[in-house]
Structure formats: C-alpha cells, structure tokens
C-alpha cells in the first residue's frame, strides 16, 4: 500500500561558531576553496604573496603570488601545508578529497613553477596542474594541459569511484577580433569557440582524460563552479560574455546585455548538456557556487558587479541587488530566486545544502545588506552565510563579531557542521571562542550544525536497489534505522508512489508502473538518497 508522506518541519535555532584559525599574510592571500575528507578533516588553497605563516610553519613565495594548500584537524588544529610556485602569479582554485582521504589540488601557473621535486613550464601563457596527496601531503602524482594562450583549471569534483570531474577556461587570448585556440588533455584536443572558452573534462584515477567539452561564444567566457550529483550528472555555472553561449548543440542567449551573463548547465554521464540557464543585469553577472539536493534540485550562487535588477528564466527581475540564489528543478525549470541585498562593495560566492536539503550561502559585505526584511551593518567588512530552507524561506543569517573577515567558500562536513574560508583583515575578528590576530591572513572557521538529527551518507547507510533495470518487483537493502520513506519520481520531477517501509530489506510491487526511467528517493530519519531506476517490463 502506498502511503503519502508528509514532509517534516522543526523550529530553527542558529548555531555559534565552535572555533577558526588562520596563516598570518605579509602581502596579498586569498582562499578559493575549501573541502572536508570522511574524517572531517579541513582543507583549503588559495595563493599568498611574500609569506604565509601557520602555527609551526611558515611558506615562502618564490616570486609573485605562490599556491598554497592546508590541511587541519576536525577541531581546527594546523597539521600542515605546502606551497608551489614560480616568480610570477599562481594561484590554487579547487580542492577536493576521494574516499580514501586522497587530496587533489587544481591550480595554474605562469612561465616556470616549483611543485616539490618537479618543475613545470607552460606552453605558452598560463597552465593548469592538477596534483594528487596522500592524507600526509605526499605527491601521488602531477598532471599539466594547456595552450598557447591563458589557461586556468578552476574547481573540481570527486565522484565516488574516484573519476575526476575537472572545469576551467582555455584559450583566454582576450585579442579583438578573439583567437581561437586548443588545449590539449593527453591526445584529446578541445578548439574554442571564441577568445576563451569553458572546459568541462572527466578523468579516471590516474588523470588519464575519458571525455571532454567545452562552451562558450565568441568573447571571453569563464567557469565559476562544479558539483556532482548521486545520479551521475554533473552541474557547472559560471558566466558568458554577451551576446551568447553555445553549449555543444543548446545555445543560450544574454538577458540585457552587453556585459557577461551567469548560466547554469547539467551535463549527464556522457558529457553531453541536457539542459542550461541563466540570468543576466546590464552590469558583468555570474555564478560563483552550484550545489544539489537529494531531491535533485540544484541551486546556483552568485551576484552583479553593481546594485542592479537581474532577470532569470520566465521574466522573473529581481530587485536591484548584488548577490542572489535561485534553484532550479532537476529538469532546469526555475523555481524560484532570492535577492541578497548586499548594498555595496559584496558578493554572494559560494552554496552548499544539507541531508535535510537546506540551503546555505556565503559572501562579504562592506557597508551593510538586507537579510528576511533586517538591516545589518558592519564595523568594516564582514562574512556573513545565510541559511534558506528548501522553498527559499530565510532562516537566519550569522556573522563573526568584530570587523575585518570576507568570506569565499563553504562546506559541511558528515555531522553537518559548517565550515568556511575566506580572509581576514586587520582588526582581529571574533569567532567565539576564536579570536584571530589583527592582521591580514587566510582563515577557516567551524559553524556548528543546526541540523534536527544526525545523518548518514549514502555509503553509511549501504543502501541498494536491485535489480537495476527492474522488471515487476524491486528489492531494497539499506543499513540504517527504520521506517524508510519511499518516493518515485517521474523525469518531471513528480512524486507517483510515497510509501512508508519497516523491513530491512523489502520488497516493492512496481508491476503498475510503466515502463521509463524514474528517480527513487529513500529518505530516513538520518539520511537521504536519490537512485536512477529503470523500469522495463
């Protein structure tokens, strides 16, 4: 019998920060991204100037900005980092962990750079390196593409057989009229549209490449961010320069013009695009984080280079802002969209969701922004994460006390605990028991859960279907606490069956279903996941 299940609703409660810590800059930092391994250790990269300095150890550049990437300990102690480098800029971008508590660390470097023992010279302008550590920092392996003109790898994603999922932009010549140019992975070679295109690659575990794409128009056009979901789809967002973008055969076009424009693009298995969108102002726009749910929404971050209106899909404007977050269903439709109305001198960078598919953001503001109707100023450049539930409702907002943080990047580890990157500045911001030096340098923080119960990941709860494709009856096995909550859904993102199990290891009658390609959520008291499921009869 199949049952209706109601979805659940607990009372908020906002959490306090449990600690952060820092590497003390002399010059220039930044930190542009950060993840957590199944141990809840932290990581983050970035690049730094001059020196970098952690408890016990300090990093030297080599020239101009270096690449740096640490590691610390669920309690916020340093363990350790490194750094690499050449005499001009190199910047670390994306950080990612496998199963197995492997670090991978994407980057590029300019002429000739340093990573350990081995040296790297570009083939033109800017390379990108991708590296592979152990959990004690010990090089595994290194990887360089590139072209003759500018390349940058920009963030990747780990899937859970360890493929790599790597995007970036190639062949930035920024000439007028834009060169076209090729970048090489191995013996795969991608030609851009215009003068700098979109990449999208996947790798097998040793970084040999399996499939790649690439997007864009005839002007300059970048990748923002990457993340995957349970099915095997792959999300990407970023910006286009005006006055389109074509995606393979799914061309899309600015909303005003004539500056970029954010899209958002879902990629199956294969690397071919399924669907793409976007949302543009007459000022520069783009998405800086993309997260899914475990329903198979997906939700995109990001903001305007001004105060000003910004049109997404089915003429929704919102009002003048700089920093939004919108979510789309899993077929691309526009669900809705939310303004964060930075006043000035902001941005909105990153989101990431929880079990219970919440929804949380960071960015910075200077002088002040709107949060749920409330005005909140700062001393003098704050981080700030918003947290949304799933209809886009905003349940609270949190800041460390204090003057001088922005923040850039954010995750949450298996406890649902939040962590977050970014810099501070000179004036010691307060992170509750965490009080930060007053100087410049690059910062990770620990916000506790405010989840309603503790969750498994779908590897914790060791839940199966089978047989995939079924034909009449679909059997499932699952090592977690009952009841389970059961939901088929259609291609369209519909709830067909609902049905509440207490076995561990039912049987489902699926004989009235007809034939296709459906989505099965299980959900429990602490967990959620989403399986493909073919049904043939």
Same mark, same amino acid.
């Given at each position: ?10 009372? =908020?409660?906002?959490?306090?920060? =449990? ?43 080599? *020239? ?36 197995? *508590? ?62 790599? &999922? ?8 920024? *000439? ?8 090489? &992975? ?20 040793? $970084? ?16 923002? @961010? ?26 899309? @076009?600015?909303?005003?013009? /004539?500056? @970029? ?44 280079? $001004? ?18 977050? $919108? ?47 409330d005005t909140i100023a700062p001393n003098y450049d704050d981080l700030f994460v918003n947290k949304?539930? +799933?209809? *886009? ?20 580890? +298996? ?51 089978? /047989? ?9 096995? &699952? @090592? ?58």
């Open positions: 019998m199949f049952l209706f299940v109601a979805a659940s609703s607990f009372a =908020q409660t906002i959490p306090q920060w =449990q600690w952060a810590a820092s590497g003390l800059a002399s010059h220039e930092r930044y930190t542009m991204d950060i993840t957590t391994d199944r141990w809840d250790n932290v990581y983050i990269t970035g690049s730094f100037d001059d020196t970098l300095t952690f408890p016990g150890d300090t990093l030297i550049s080599r *020239g101009d900005k270096d690449i740096y990437w640490a590691k610390f300990s669920p309690s916020g102690q340093f363990l350790w980092a490194a750094s690499a480098g050449g005499i001009y800029d190199d910047e670390g971008t994306g950080i990612a962990t496998d199963n197995y *508590g492997n670090v991978y660390v994407a980057s590029y470097f300019n002429d000739t750079a340093f990573y350990g023992i081995d040296t790297v010279k570009t083939k033109g302008q800017s390379d990108i390196v991708l590296a592979k550590y152990d959990n004690s920092g010990n090089r595994l392996w290194l990887k360089t593409w590139g072209s003759i003109y500018p390349d940058q790898g920009v963030k990747i994603a780990i899937d859970k057989h360890g493929k790599i &999922f790597l995007t970036g932009t190639f062949a930035a010549d920024g *000439g007028s009229p834009p060169s076209h140019g090729t970048i090489t &992975f191995d013996n795969f070679n991608i030609t851009s549209t215009g003068g700098g295109d979109i990449f999208l690659v996947k790798l097998d575990t040793n $970084a040999t490449i399996i499939w790649g794409t690439h997007a864009g128009g005839v002007f300059g056009d970048d990748a923002g @961010n990457i993340t995957l979901d349970s099915m095997g789809y792959i999300y990407v967002t970023g910006s286009f320069d005006a006055p389109w973008a074509d995606f393979v055969n799914k061309r899309i @076009n600015a909303k005003f013009g /004539p500056f @970029n424009d954010m899209f958002v693009a879902q990629y199956d298995s294969t690397g071919y695009p399924v669907w793409v969108k976007g949302a543009g102002s007459l000022y520069p726009t783009g998405g800086s984080g993309v997260a899914v749910d475990g329903q198979g929404n997906v939700f995109v971050a990001g903001g305007c280079a $001004a105060r000003l209106p910004i049109k997404f899909e089915n003429n929704l404007i919102l009002d003048s802002t700089r920093g939004f977050v $919108a979510k789309y269903d899993f077929t691309g439709n526009l669900v809705w969209a939310q303004r964060v109305d930075v006043w000035s001198n902001g941005w909105l960078s990153d989101v990431v969701t929880d079990p219970e598919d919440n929804i949380y953001t960071i960015g910075f503001f200077s002088i002040g922004f709107t949060f749920n109707g949304y539930d +799933n209809n *886009g409702t905003p349940l609270w907002t949190k800041e460390p006390m204090g003057p001088g943080s922005r923040g850039a990047v954010i995750t949450l580890n +298996n406890a649902g605990d939040v962590l977050v990157g970014g810099i501070s500045i000179p004036g010691g911001p307060i992170f509750g028991p965490s009080t930060l030096p007053d100087s410049s340098a690059v910062l990770v923080a620990k916000l506790g859960s405010s989840l309603t119960a503790s969750h498994l990941s779908a590897s914790q709860a060791d839940i199966n279907i089978y /047989p995939n494709p079924a034909d009449n009856k679909l059997y499932i096995s &699952f @090592n977690a606490e009952a009841p389970v909550h059961l939901k088929l859904h259609d291609l369209l993102g519909r709830t067909l069956t609902s049905e509440k199990i207490t076995s561990d290891q039912p049987v489902i009658d699926i004989s009235a279903v007809p034939p296709g390609l459906y989505y099965l959520q299980i959900s429990g008291c602490n967990y959620n996941v989403c399986k493909k499921l073919i049904i043939q009869h």
